[in-house]
């Protein structure tokens, strides 16, 4: 199974511990949802897992709602901008 997103695979990554992220080939990953995520939401909002066939279409279509730009630009006022300013 492998879920695409703007024609990247996101199947395969390695956590490095020392860096506090998710590596994939070549880029770094700073927060991605797993298959296990989608199928908690699942059991939750269906009482039932996803098939294969359900988790590549929500994979696939899940970022089409979520604003990582706008959650990028909130974190960055919280922990860098607001910090910067003075007391």
């Known amino acids: 199974m492998s879920i695409q997103f703007d024609g990247t695979a996101n199947s395969s990554f390695t956590h490095d511990a020392r860096l506090n992220f998710m590596k994939t080939a070549g880029r770094e990953t700073v927060y991605e949802l797993s298959v296990d995520d989608l199928q908690q939401v699942a059991k939750e909002v269906?009482?039932?897992e996803l098939t294969s066939a359900e988790v590549v279409a929500v994979g696939n279509a899940v970022g089409n709602y979520i604003d990582?730009?706008?959650?990028?630009?909130?974190a960055i006022y919280r922990c860098v901008r607001d910090s910067e300013l003075p007391s």
Do not use: D, I, K, S
């Open 46 to 48: 269906l009482e039932r």
């Open 68 to 74: 990582w730009f706008q959650a990028t630009e909130n």
